[in-house]
């Protein structure tokens, strides 16, 4: 039997070798299968799969105090005074993103989503470095209770799904901040009485001129309607085909498929009130909303949203350019309203759940 061979290197020589030193830490499921370890502590772990989608929540880095917000906000909990590792992994491994986080002090019953303020007002209490490798990691000693952790792309808008792991030897928990759907008020505004005479006659004249027997309206009436009476290309990019049809099927409250006079200068004072909500959230151009701000002005006009529901609103409704047009504002206000609508109908107890047979289901889906 031969002597065992033992091989040595110097410090001197190892640092002159070797430029990286990586080192990995291994969850209680992956030091199972290593015996050397079956006597040593293992590590708590807790991770969150996500992604950062354009418009949703790929806000970039702290640099982009507008848009920081909207990344995933992960609220982690500490139970006593620990050394916590956190690691995020990107999944882009052909064109990958610059990527870090950034953690805050929050307190432990915070259940709700952070809003921008916060983000100006507080100073972060752990950042990362920010690099376009494949994971990142952050080691840091945080005492009991709550934070809030933010993984993000350095550059707003880019697109990734990702997981982020919080290693501690004490337990944990982390969960993912997000707002339930909710109608905090409704969206669409009613004509206040006192607006028939003079405000709506010039608008009157040309609905009786479009309108059949019993003063009514249909999609393809209301389309020429409106295109009369909208001042601008700007709000007339709401009176297409598909917007129109939507408006009927929000408005109409006969299932004919037809609006009344008084239907439409609900209409006339929705549009109004929207307008002005699109115009506080689109700063740079007029005419045109980010889509990173959709959450924030669906909020205004009265719809509280999770990123579920906002992530399929975006998919529907963002142009190319990562925009809306107050068309495309319009016609998600009209769908939200006929979904919440509908489902309050079905639901008079509040239960915040539905039952529905297979035609009912069909007709709400294509209600919507």
């Given at each position: ?5 033992c ?8 640092v ?40 949703v ?11 920081f ?42 259940s ?6 916060f ?5 972060s ?25 933010l ?49 709506f ?127 495309d504002?319009?016609?998600?206000i ?14 008079p107890?509040?239960n ?13 889906s294509?209600?919507?």
């Amino acid at each position: 039997m031969g002597d065992t061979v033992c091989c040595r290197i110097s410090y001197s020589d190892f640092v002159k070798t070797f430029t990286h030193l990586e080192v990995v830490h291994l969850d209680s499921d992956t030091s199972r299968d290593e015996p050397s370890l079956h006597h040593k502590s293992t590590w708590q772990m807790r991770l969150y799969q996500g992604a950062w989608q354009r418009g949703v929540s790929a806000g970039g880095c702290r640099n982009n105090p507008d848009t920081f917000h909207i990344n995933p906000q992960l609220h982690l909990i500490l139970s006593e005074m620990e050394e916590v590792i956190v690691s995020l992994n990107q999944h882009s491994i052909m064109e990958p993103k610059v990527i870090g986080f950034t953690a805050y002090s929050l307190p432990k019953n915070n259940s709700e989503t952070i809003g921008k303020q916060f983000f100006k007002k507080n100073k972060s209490l752990v950042n990362s470095q920010y690099t376009n490798s494949r994971q990142v990691s952050h080691r840091c000693q945080l005492e009991q209770g709550g934070y809030l952790i933010l993984p993000t792309t350095f550059e707003p808008g880019q697109e990734s799904s990702f997981t982020l792991r919080v290693y501690s030897s004490k337990p944990l928990k982390l969960k993912l901040l997000d707002m339930q759907p909710s109608l905090i008020k409704s969206a669409i505004i009613k004509a206040p009485a006192t607006l028939d005479g003079k405000s709506f006659s010039q608008y009157e004249a040309v609905f009786l001129q479009l309108a059949d027997e019993h003063r009514t309206v249909n999609a393809f009436e209301l389309q020429e309607l409106l295109d009369a009476c909208l001042p601008n290309d700007y709000i007339k990019s709401c009176a297409c085909m598909e917007v129109c049809r939507q408006v009927v099927l929000t408005l109409d409250n006969s299932g004919s498929g037809r609006l009344k006079f008084s239907d439409f200068k609900d209409l006339m004072c929705s549009l109004k009130y929207w307008q002005t909500s699109f115009k506080n959230h689109t700063k740079e151009k007029t005419g045109i909303l980010k889509a990173e701000r959709l959450r924030d002005a669906l909020l205004e006009v009265g719809f509280q949203l999770s990123t579920d529901v906002l992530s399929i609103l975006i998919l529907r409704y963002m142009r190319k350019d990562g925009t809306l047009r107050f068309g495309d504002f319009v016609s998600a206000i009209l769908h939200l309203s006929v979904a919440f609508n509908l489902f309050e109908s079905k639901d008079p107890l509040q239960n915040g759940s539905i039952k529905q047979s297979l035609a009912e289901w069909l007709k709400s889906s294509l209600t919507c």
